[in-house]
């Protein structure tokens, strides 16, 4: 590089340096405001999400991107990184407490991640909560006494046993709910062991979401949805979406949305570490798509295998969505090994007929996937 063009350069990156500290000094504005509204909405109990005021805003500053020649993508990627932040920082201020009255909670099993989560969450909203896990059973009675609610999160294998062995005299104004990702047969046994008000819950995201802002609760009604109404308007106070479900419906899409894929990933695990497949050779071949789909996967492996095991194995059923799959698996090969270019044509068009609008949907949301895993990328 000549020296007139380094010159040149570094005069223009001081401008930018400039540009980007002023951008850090309106990020630190748009925190505090951010931080005032918080509070305003923790008086009020005002849900953390905002889904209107974010497509009116978002809208505007997309309009507003346009006429500046600026790409309405790009405000519209930075707004919503920025809204991601005020989720994490809204939950600092705490959350309203709709139900003032309770007496304590219990978690059995709170020692656990997701338990640790909705303690968490329980006492940022101001109620007392208190953790049984298996060292404390001897100390159960005086840590059920006087508790409005009991929340069961203990591994989906032991769940239903323990309702049935150890929840059976909780005080009939006792809520009592569990947040097994099985439905049907635990709100059967918690039904069955006690007299009050039952809800069965599926959080439908791990415990390392941060917020639960747009993340989705399944919830199963099991009785006296009355006296358990407050739970649920308190979940959504703490931004996540409510969808009610028949438990059995529930549990049978889970064999597909569970079962079945965590069971393909954990088989795809499985063949890579029995190929001995180099994963550093392989990143460096890859697309940002095989960066993605192994990311997928390795996460996986960084978990507990006790978790996947109890959700792999919690339904009998599930065997046969991942035979199903097995055999479609196996037939498609077929197609290989028989070089019919043209089966494989006409079911891939069969499968994308099926799929219909929602694969170009898909595949607009996985561009954006693609494109910050390609961000994140370094040297
Ligand atoms: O305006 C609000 O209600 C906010 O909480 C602020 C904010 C934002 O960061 O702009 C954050 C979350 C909401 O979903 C919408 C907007």
Same mark, same amino acid.
């Given at each position: 590089?000549s020296?007139?063009?380094t010159?040149e350069l570094?005069k223009?990156?001081?401008?930018i340096?400039s ?8 990020l630190?504005k748009?925190?505090?405001l951010?931080?005032q ?7 009020a ?5 905002? =889904? ?6 978002l809208? +505007? ?10 790409s309405?993508?790009?405000i ?8 991601r ?7 600092d ?5 709709? +139900?003032?009255d ?12 997701l338990?640790?989560?909705f ?6 909203s101001g109620y ?6 298996k ?5 159960a ?5 006087g508790?409005?609610m009991v929340?069961?999160?203990? =591994? ?6 323990l309702?049935?062995? +150890?929840?059976?005299?909780? =005080?009939?104004?006792? #809520?009592?709910?569990?947040l097994t990702? #099985?439905?049907?047969k *635990?709100?059967d046994?918690m039904?069955s062991? %006690?007299r ?5 819950l599926?959080?439908?995201?791990g *415990? ?26 308190q979940?959504?106070i ?18 597909l949305?569970?079962?079945?894929? %965590?069971f ?10 029995r190929?001995?497949?180099d ?9 940002p ?11 996986? /492996?960084?978990?507990?295998p006790?978790l ?5 194995f919690a339904q009998?059923e ?7 799959y097995?055999d ?8 290989l090994k ?7 044509i ?10 219909g609008?929602?694969? =170009?949907? /898909?595949?607009?949301e996985s ?9 994140? +990328?370094t040297?």
């Open positions: 590089m020296e007139k063009t010159k570094e223009l990156r001081e401008h340096d540009v980007d500290q002023q951008l850090l000094h309106l630190r748009r925190l505090d951010v931080a509204v918080g509070g305003v909405k923790h008086a109990g005002v849900p953390i999400y905002a =889904p209107q005021r974010e497509a009116s805003m809208a +505007k500053r997309r309009e507003e991107a346009a006429k500046m020649n600026v309405p993508q790009l519209e990627d930075i707004l919503r990184r920025l809204m932040e005020s989720y994490l920082n809204e939950k201020v705490g959350f309203k407490q709709v +139900k003032t309770l007496g304590h909670v219990v978690i059995v099993g709170g020692q656990g991640k338990g640790g989560l303690a968490q969450m329980l006492s940022l007392q909560v208190k953790s049984l896990d060292d404390d059973w001897q100390q009675e005086a840590i059920f006494d508790a409005g929340i069961v999160t203990v =591994p989906i294998s032991i769940t239903c046993e309702i049935r062995d +150890k929840l059976t005299s909780l =005080p009939s104004s006792c #809520i009592l709910a569990d990702s #099985i439905k049907e *635990p709100l046994a039904l062991s %006690h009050g008000p039952v809800v069965g599926h959080p439908m995201f *415990p390392d979401v941060g917020s639960l802002a747009k993340q989705v609760v399944v919830v199963c009604h099991g009785r006296g949805r009355e006296q358990y109404e407050w739970l649920l308007e979940i959504g703490w931004g996540a979406r409510l969808v009610e479900a028949d438990a059995q419906q529930h549990d049978k899409a889970m064999q949305v569970q079962a079945m894929r %965590h393909s990933s954990f088989v795809y695990g499985l063949n890579l570490y190929e001995a497949a994963i550093d050779n392989l990143l460096q071949f890859s697309s798509i095989y960066r993605l789909e192994l990311a997928m996967v390795g996460r996986l /492996f960084a978990q507990s006790e996947y095991a109890d959700i792999i009998q599930s065997l046969t969505a991942i035979g199903d097995l479609n698996y196996a037939q498609a090969l077929e197609l028989r070089g019919d270019r043209q089966g494989f006409r079911e891939f068009e069969a499968v994308a007929a099926w799929f609008d929602f694969a =170009p949907q /898909f595949q607009r561009r954006a996937m693609l494109q910050s895993v390609n961000d994140m +990328k040297g």
